[in-house]
DNA sequence: CGGAATCCTGCGAGATACTG
DNA sequence: CAGTATCTCGCAGGATTCCG
């Protein structure tokens, strides 16, 4: 997989590449509840909500192999562990703002048009 | 819309809620490809490349149903079902290419970022 | 050509319990 | 507090076959 020449052909490869890796139930919510800044484990599950600690974990885990947010472990008693965006899990949640107002501006819009559709086919 | 105060908390839901709905495996693939114009069926699946029948019909139906494409039957021999973006559907393909762009841009990074994690532990 | 119906599979993700 | 280890389940998504 090279990526130096890249026609219009090949974004969409690339985009739904990072929507994959992105789009999952909780990764956007775990980059965006860090945007505030740095916090610790039971704090991000807080800020989350509805999270199991499983999936805190593993979604932790691979934005920190992405060089998304960056893990720093305090030995003291009793141990902290902190998580902080790094620069390029902040250009991600940047770009994600410009989703979030595009969700925000059609959500309703979106809405309505699934009314209208499921209301003449039973 | 109200954009007027934005709780931090409210928008990753929002965020998250488009992400799984277009984060999908294809429904950005096939924004993608019905850019450039309207394409029938088959047209839409040579283009994307690799969508089975069966999920290109059930995309392009949520599509429809979210108002993002719209279906246009010719009732000839053979039939002609053509689709194309309805005016939302372009709105999305726009804000797409923001991300488009920010994977151009990091791809190559978070795939260094990966290698060098991976390579320290086994 | 553009689908619908059906069957089958792997992975995402929740619940729970245990460790350091 | 911050994880790891299992077990389980639903559903996205593939292959294949049939229909107008």
Redesign the pocket.
Known sequence: MDVTAKPAGTDCRAVSEIL?RVG???TIQVVVALRSGSQ????IKRKVG??????L?RT??TLERDGIVE?TVRHST????E?SLTPLGHSLSETARHLADWAATHRGEIEDNRLRYDAREP
Chains 1, 2 share one sequence.
């Open positions: 994959s999952d139930k909780w610790r484990f039971n704090g509805g999270i199991s600690q499983q999936m974990t932790l885990k893990r009793p141990p902290q562990v998580y």
